[in-house]
């Protein structure tokens, strides 16, 4: 049975321009034909149920490349303290709402994702299409190592290693190990820790993390593997070390130079930044030292985009939200925020088509190998039929009450439309 938007106005991804009133043919989990209401057979109409669009816009489900689906809700210590199957629980129900904010995609940024993405993709829960990065890798003291000096030295795996948050591997024979164990559960991509980070206790912001050596390791596996390693990293030299390993992403990079942003452009390396600042966005830091990695890291966001567009560096959007509910309603505002920077256009197309390449560098590891991020034939059927004009006015899509109809693969999980 097809499915056909009726007059609607379509941003497709990729242009800046809505289309004239079209009509979009929805089959089988897949976008069909994409023809102008001219071009319909106006005595008969369209052959299907019928969604009158009623000149509304319809653009392609939003795109999260850096979401951690078990961590974004939950407060850090009950993520700590919690019994898994909870976490599971909890984590399945944030799923079925970052689909209802019409975020149809996620790249997981690190954590035990796998089982969701399973229960997702059999229709078992909803939520959006998962890419998994599984453990994030690092080294000992490193951004994802957040045991106390009394589990020192290692007898053992904490629970955030058994749980599958993290994997501590020191030494290129260690990290190989925990790249390919990552890639035998089913990681699209690889994470790992290059550098220091705002919420972990024993590394400060500016230190560099892995030897090149280290990171070539994960990034042959990956290679081997078809598929890719992105790394957190904010300095300068932890992220030119990341490039010469052969690091494809890299996240954050708040603290990057002129010199840095130039190396990324020439060698094609991906940047997803996110509009991290000061605001009702901070992830809470309740340690002052933290705090005060926070602070340093949000006062090089301004200076961080605009590098990347003097630069020309291939540029995605993430919002790393982290251990509080109220935050994580906050997806669609996050992305109305970079209008700080860039026209509604290049922020639409980074959220849709331009998030959807960066996924794509998964190569055969791509869990969804069909386009994403796009109207066109053959697409996935992610949609969104919005009240209002995203390309005029970004801060429609804060408000997911603007979302009059969410679709993905072909499904509605959202209709909103009065009678």
């Not at 009726?6 to 929805?26: C, M, Q, T, W």
């Not at 909890?90 to 993405?117: C, I, M």
């Not at 034939?377 to 919005?386: E, I, N, R, S, W």
Request: proline fraction near 6%; charged fraction near 20%; include cysteine.
């Amino acid at each position: 049975m097809q499915l056909i938007f009726d007059n609607v106005r379509i941003f497709d991804g990729v242009r800046e321009n809505l289309s004239a009133p079209a009509r979009v043919v929805v089959e089988d989990g897949l976008i069909g034909a994409v023809t102008g209401l001219d071009a319909a057979d106006a005595a008969n109409g369209p052959a299907g149920t019928v969604i009158d669009g009623g000149g509304r816009v319809l653009m392609p489900g939003l795109i999260d490349a850096h979401w951690h689906a078990m961590m974004a809700s939950l407060p850090m210590t009950q993520l700590a303290t919690a019994d898994l199957g909870y976490i599971y629980l909890a984590a399945g129900r944030e799923a079925e709402r970052t689909l209802l904010r019409g975020f149809t995609t996620v790249r997981d940024a690190g954590g035990p994702s796998f089982g969701l993405k399973q229960a997702i993709d059999e229709g078992l829960l909803p939520g959006p299409r998962i890419y998994p990065s599984g453990a994030f890798i690092s080294q000992t003291s490193g951004h994802g190592d957040f045991r106390t000096s009394h589990d020192l030295p290692k007898q053992g795996l904490t629970f955030i290693e058994t749980a599958g948050v993290t994997a501590i591997a020191d030494g290129a024979d260690e990290v190989l190990r925990a790249a390919r164990e990552q890639l035998m559960r089913g990681a699209s991509q690889l994470k790992l820790m290059a550098g220091g980070g705002v919420a972990s206790p024993h590394d400060p912001l500016d230190v560099t993390q892995y030897t090149e050596n280290e990171l070539r390791a994960a990034v042959d596996a990956a290679e081997n593997w078809g598929t890719y390693v992105m790394v957190h990293a904010y300095t300068p030299r932890s992220v030119q070390q990341a490039i010469r390993a052969g690091v494809r992403c890299i996240e954050h990079g708040h603290l990057l130079d002129d010199e840095t942003a130039e190396q990324m452009a020439i060698q094609e390396v991906w940047w997803c930044l996110q509009p991290f600042l000061d605001d009702e966005d901070a992830i809470p830091m309740a340690d002052p030292v933290n705090r005060a990695k926070q602070l340093t890291m949000v006062q090089g966001t301004d200076n961080a985009y605009e590098l990347a567009r003097r630069h020309g560096v291939r540029l995605a959007w993430g919002t790393d939200t982290l251990f509080d509910p109220k935050l994580a309603t906050r997806q669609g505002a996050q992305l109305a925020k970079m209008s700080r920077w860039f026209t509604p256009f290049e922020v639409l197309r980074m959220a849709t088509s331009g998030n959807a390449e960066l996924l794509a560098l998964s190569g055969e590891r791509d869990p969804y190998p069909r386009p994403l991020g796009v109207i066109e034939p053959g697409a996935y059927a992610d949609l969104l039929l919005v009240d209002g004009d995203p390309l005029t006015d970004l801060s429609v899509l804060a408000d997911p009450a603007n979302l009059v109809v969410i679709m993905k693969n072909g499904e509605i999980v959202r209709d909103a439309r009065t009678p």
